[in-house]
C-alpha cells in the first residue's frame, strides 16, 4: 500500500488530505476524495440538481434525474481505457448533494482521476436544458459550450482552428 500511496504523493493532479488517508483530486469542478488501499475508493460530491438550479425542480423530474444518473455512472469503468474491475458502487444522497463511490481493482491516481472526469462530465451531459444553473455547473456548461465553439469547423476550410463568426 506504501507503493500506491507515494504515486498518489507523485501525481500533480491530487493533494494529500488533513486526515493523512485521503487525497483530494484538484483538477475538476466538484470535490473528490481519493483512499488508496488494497483497491482505490473514489468519492464525488454533486449536487442534486434541484440545488445545482435556481429555478424550482419538480420531485418526479428530481428522482428521474438522480435515477439516470446513477445508471450512466455505473458504467464508468467500461468507459475506461484500464477497464478496472468494479468491487463496489454506490449513489448516496445527502441533502442538496449525492455522493458518488466507486471502489476499484487495480486503482491508483490515473484511473482515480479518470473516475472523477467521467462523473463530472456524465453529470453535464445529464443536465436538463431550459434551467439555470448555479456555479460550479453553470460553469462546466459554459465551458462545454466554449469547448464546442473551438473545434475546427470543417465547413470553413480552416486548418488552424481558428473559429469565425458566421
Known amino acids: 500500500m506504501s507503493t500506491e500511496r507515494s504515486r498518489f504523493d507523485d501525481h500533480d ?11 483530494a483530486l484538484t483538477t475538476v469542478a466538484f470535490p473528490v476524495r481519493a483512499v488508496p488501499d488494497r483497491e ?7 449536487p442534486t440538481l434541484a440545488a445545482a438550479t435556481a429555478d424550482e425542480i419538480g420531485e418526479v423530474v428530481a428522482e428521474d434525474w438522480e435515477r439516470t444518473l446513477g445508471r ?12 478496472p474491475d468494479l468491487e463496489a458502487f454506490s449513489v448516496t444522497r445527502g441533502g442538496d448533494h449525492l455522493e458518488v463511490t466507486y471502489r476499484l481493482s487495480p486503482g491508483g491516481p490515473e484511473i482515480a482521476k479518470a473516475i472523477a472526469e467521467y462523473v463530472e462530465g456524465t453529470y453535464v451531459e445529464t443536465t436538463i436544458p431550459g434551467y439555470e444553473y448555479e456555479p460550479p455547473v453553470a460553469d462546466l456548461l459554459a465551458s462545454a459550450r466554449m469547448t464546442g465553439r473551438d473545434e475546427p ?8 482552428g ?5
Open 153 to 160: 469547423d470543417a465547413r470553413s476550410g480552416e486548418e488552424d
Open 40 to 46: 482505490t475508493t473514489v468519492t464525488v460530491r454533486v
Open 72 to 83: 450512466r455512472l455505473e458504467d464508468a469503468p467500461g468507459a475506461l481505457p484500464a477497464r
Open 162 to 166: 481558428t473559429v469565425q463568426s458566421r
Open 13 to 23: 493532479a491530487f493533494e494529500p488530505a488533513e486526515d493523512g488517508k485521503e487525497y
